[in-house]
């Protein structure tokens, strides 16, 4: 089965930096694209970034754009997400998601487009 593991959370200051990674196992992972979402306590889950099968193709949130880079690495089935200028509004889980691609370039960024989650991974940005 197919499985997403978030990890690289933590307490961080705001203004900071923090590196998360997803390891996906049980899929071929070049077929999908990559995404990350985040959820704080009482909103709604939050589109942050999305990578393409292809690695060329990538799209942000609008909070995050300029801070945010996602990356992946298909030989080693990861999927990063690089967090610089971290503020507190940025608390919150951050969830590691999957989902098939139909084309090289497809980037869907609705939660509910995606098929695969992992567990979450909190992130703490403190002021």
């Known amino acids: 089965q197919v499985q997403l593991v978030e990890s690289g959370g933590g307490l961080v200051q705001a203004g900071g930096s923090l590196r998360l990674s997803c390891a996906a196992s049980g899929l071929i992972f070049s077929n999908y694209v990559m995404g990350w979402f985040r959820q704080a306590p009482g909103k709604e889950r939050e589109f942050v970034a999305a990578i393409s099968r292809s690695t060329l193709t990538t799209s942000y949130g609008d909070s995050v754009k300029g801070r945010f880079t996602i990356s992946r690495d298909n030989a080693k089935y990861t999927v990063h997400l690089q967090m610089n200028s971290l503020k507190p509004e940025d608390t919150a889980v951050y969830y590691c998601?999957?989902?098939?691609?139909?084309?090289?370039?497809?980037?869907?960024?609705?939660?509910?487009?995606?098929?695969?989650w992992g567990q979450g991974t909190q992130v703490t940005v403190s002021s």
């Open positions: 998601a999957a989902e098939f691609a139909s084309t090289w370039s497809s980037i869907p960024e609705r939660n509910y487009e995606y098929a695969y």
